[in-house]
């Protein structure tokens, strides 16, 4: 049974679509366990001081992951071990050794620094924690900065998992990545309390590495501590670095956002963290699938010379990622405390905590489209060779976000008029702690940002998008418009039939809400004669399974 399910997911790509919707399933997978692992934190400690302290403590970790892994990711090392491998095997695992050697040297090197400047580095990125919770996020930090460790050897090792097909065992590295940070809460924490929660992180960071070190090992493939090739580093470094501090940006937008959250209030950051993680469903089910599957074929057009077949995939790619967004974004926000109650309305997770999560979610799902064709975009330049594009666009939305979120920290203080039009709209005006939506709604001004500039900067680089592509759009947004309007009157309708003191009676009153309105945006979309909808129940039909799976990059994942 095993061998048959490597030989099923081994199999050659025949589609986009296929591709697409096969990473999309992995992406549901992992997701899904997320959903469990964010229940079981919500339930136990509500969106309060511990959780704060627990995302908080991510942040400088996090840093030092991007920073190192994303300078041997996935993108830039296949592409030299290919091509020393079609020298020797042995070729191939000596570049790998100098290459683990320098990365080794250097995260190890950041980790320890980073070990002993915990105390300042916390003090200074935190502002609004007390002395009391410095110490404890020190404490976590410190323990946390094992993982960038192993996640980073991991993301080195998932380049020859890649390179050798061994796409199943890579699959499945991020959802053994949460299994470890469900046995934190589980089992570690009533044994360690607070450090249990970081030591489940490493676990879950081990375990995504030691799934793969017996494929490292049965390759030949494992490699040795060496004296670096300097030279050969630097070529690496060269081709890695515009796309690490493009990831760096976003990196550090997120901790300048985190930072701001603990001026916000206690539970501003766990309500700014799990609402994230809400809004990264359709994101990376839809987003990052079709930017992830385009990508092989975009490069090998571009490397052709085929200029006008890339631009018409690229076009393809756009309008299913419109497709699928723009209802995504409709129903993220009609059905946003639905999803936040089933989600993670347990425990001490408590009502007041449900509405301030979802009214977050609604201002996160505003941007969902932005940053959907944002990464399809950015890919199709990465494969065009043309690496500071997204550079660019990575620095001016990071500086519209940040300054978007000292703007409106001021304007809902000083200018209340300003809070009370959002808590209106968002139907939290009775509660506290609502300063903290300033957060969710800047990264979605620079998300919006960030996706205008890109499209204006196609448009000049390469030409402007098929015809298909805008009467895609209209298209999918006036379907979405309704199925909006369906769904939140279904919602009404379902109020009375189902219990909503109920986790049952929420979820069966949301999904069904949310079914019926697709369904009506179904039939709109066929009434106009939509060309995805066709295009889609023919992929369906194909035995998708049948794709080869392409692993998501490490350093772009949301685990």
């Known amino acids: 049974m095993v061998k048959g399910i490597f030989r099923l997911i081994e199999r050659e790509i025949s589609g986009l679509h296929e591709a697409a919707y096969l990473l999309g399933v992995f992406a549901l997978l992992s997701q899904i366990l997320g959903f469990f692992r964010d229940r079981l934190l919500a339930s136990n400690f509500g969106a309060g001081q511990i959780l704060d302290m627990y995302y908080a403590a991510f942040r400088v970790p996090d840093l030092i992951f991007i920073w190192s892994a994303s300078m041997v990711s996935l993108s830039v090392l296949i ?7 079609d020298e020797s095997k042995e070729a191939a695992r000596v570049f790998l050794s100098s290459v683990f050697s320098a990365f080794f ?3 190890v090197v950041v980790s320890v620094v980073a070990f002993w400047c915990a105390p300042t580095l916390i003090g200074m990125l935190f502002p609004g924690f007390n002395g009391e919770v410095v110490t ?3 404490f976590l930090t410190r323990i946390m900065l094992l993982q960038p460790i192993f996640l980073g050897i991991s993301n080195l090792f998932a380049s020859v998992t890649q390179l050798e097909r061994r796409f199943f065992v890579y699959a499945i590295s991020p959802i053994l990545y949460n299994v470890g940070l469900i046995v934190g809460v589980f089992a570690l924490y009533p044994l360690m309390g607070l450090a ?5 992180v490493v676990l879950g ?3 995504h590495l030691g799934i793969q070190i017996p494929v490292m090992m049965n390759t030949g493939m494992m490699p040795r501590f060496c004296i670096p090739d300097w030279g050969l580093i630097k070529k690496v470094l060269m081709v ?3 796309r690490t501090l493009a990831l760096s940006l976003q990196n550090i937008t997120i901790l300048l956002l985190t930072a701001l959250g603990s001026l916000l209030g206690i539970g501003s950051i766990a309500i700014f963290n799990l609402s994230w993680n809400l809004q990264s469903v359709p994101l990376a089910i839809v987003g990052a699938s079709y930017s992830l599957a385009a990508f092989p074929t975009l490069a090998g057009l571009w490397t052709k010379g085929e200029k006008g077949v890339f631009i018409s995939t690229l076009s393809t790619a756009m309008r299913h990622v419109l497709f699928w967004s723009m209802p995504a974004l409709v129903l993220f926000v009609v059905l946003r405390a639905q999803i936040v109650r089933t989600v993670l309305g347990s425990g001490a997770f408590d009502w007041n905590d449900t509405r301030l999560t979802a009214a977050a ?12 064709i944002s990464l399809l975009f950015t890919r199709g330049y990465y494969a065009a060779g043309k690496t500071r594009t997204p550079l660019l666009v990575a620095v001016g939305g990071a500086l519209l976000t940040i300054c978007s979120a000292f703007l409106f920290s001021k304007l809902f203080v000083q200018t209340p008029i300003v809070r ?3 808590e209106s709209i968002l139907r939290v005006s009775d509660l506290p702690g609502t300063k903290m939506l300033v957060l969710p709604l800047s990264y979605s001004i620079g998300a919006i940002g960030s996706a205008l500039i890109f499209w204006i900067l196609y448009t000049k680089h390469f030409q402007r998008f098929q015809v298909a592509v805008y009467h895609m759009f209209w298209q999918s947004f006036a379907s979405s418009v309704i199925m909006g309007f369906v769904s939140y009157s279904l919602l009404n309708v379902l109020s009375t039939v189902y219990n909503l003191h109920t986790t049952l009676g929420v979820f069966l009153q949301g999904f069904l809400a949310g079914i019926g309105g697709l369904a009506f945006g179904v039939c709109v979309l066929y009434l106009l004669g939509n060309v995805e909808i066709r295009e889609i129940w023919k992929t369906l039909h194909r035995k998708i399974w049948k794709a080869k799976f392409i692993g998501p990059d490490p350093t772009e994942t949301t685990f």
């Open 205 to 207: 960071s081990l375990l």
């Open 361 to 372: 979610l609604a201002l996160f799902a505003v941007s969902v489209v932005a940053q959907s």
């Open 240 to 242: 890695s670095l515009p």
């Open 420 to 422: 009370y039009f959002f």
């Open 196 to 200: 249990g929660l970081a030591w489940g």
């Open 79 to 85: 592409p030299f071990l290919s091509n020393r491998r």
């Open 136 to 138: 404890e996020t020190v």
């Open 105 to 107: 040297l250097f995260i």
